[in-house]
T-cell receptor, first 115, second 115 residues
Framework: AQSVAQPEDQVNVAEGNPLTVKCTYS??????LFWYVQYPNRGLQFLLK??????LVKGSYGFEAEFNKSQTSFHLKKPSALVSDSALYFC?????????????FGAGTRLFVKA | KAGVTQTPRYLIKTRGQQVTLSCSPI?????VSWYQQTPGQGLQFLFE???????NKGNFPGRFSGRQFSNSRSEMNVSTLELGDSALYLC??????????????FGPGTRLTVT
């Protein structure tokens, strides 16, 4: 079965410190991986994606993610967290199933950045 | 370009009623997907439309249906509402013409409350 796991419900980090939000996936075939962020009472916003090529991808707001094929992981990172980064983060994979391609989302990780 | 718009933003219905939600994708986007977001179940895929055809669907009962019009606008309908249908319904559009690696752009959602 194809799935995405975000093992941490919540991540707490101090402003200025690096942050990591973890994501692992299980799909057949090549994975197309995405990160989205959701601010309160808003829809999801696209942050970045990995399709192919360089394992380190850069996205919006200074975020980056590292694709690791052997560990089937796609962790989101940022060198220096801001209070404004506090939000709900979703990892997603675009995978082929019997009906065609479908986006599967992880359960989400809530990031709290403390001043 | 204007973003994805969803109407209405908030809706209160009673059990047994039906509801229709509307989504206007970003201009030029032909793929529209619908998701249900609840605190307990996270983001659940409902269905995806591309060029007026349902391309894929999630594991929801037949009370949930949708359609897409020639201008790519989409509607979803829920009949015989149940308390458990209370959720944030998100619409997302994508510019993909084929393939599966395009990111999705989300609307702000329709908050449905069933009493």
């Amino acid at each position: 079965a194809q799935s995405v796991a975000q093992p941490e419900d919540q991540v707490n980090v101090a402003e200025g410190n690096p942050l990591t939000v973890k994501c692992t996936y299980s799909v057949s075939g090549n994975p197309y991986l995405f990160w989205y962020v959701q601010y309160p009472n808003r829809g999801l916003q696209f942050l970045l994606k990995y399709i192919t090529g360089d394992n380190l991808v850069k996205g919006s707001y200074g975020f980056e993610a590292e694709f690791n094929k052997s560990q089937t992981s796609f962790h989101l990172k940022k060198p220096s967290a801001l209070v404004s980064d506090s939000a709900l983060y979703f990892c997603a994979v675009r995978a082929l199933n019997t009906g065609g391609f479908k986006t599967i989302f992880g359960a989400g990780t809530r990031l709290f950045v403390k001043a | 370009k204007a973003g994805v718009t969803q109407t209405p933003r908030y809706l209160i219905k009673t059990r047994g009623q039906q509801v229709t939600l509307s989504c206007s994708p970003i201009s030029g986007h032909r793929s529209v997907s619908w998701y249900q977001q609840t605190p307990g179940q996270g983001l659940q895929f409902l269905f995806e439309y591309f060029s007026e055809t349902q391309r894929n669907k999630g594991n929801f009962p037949g009370r949930f249906s949708g359609r897409q019009f020639s201008n790519s606008r989409s509607e979803m309908n829920v009949s015989t509402l149940e308390l458990g249908d209370s959720a944030l319904y998100l619409c997302a559009s994508s510019s993909e013409t084929s393939g599966s690696y395009y990111e999705q752009y989300f609307g702000p959602g329709t908050r449905l409350t069933v009493t």
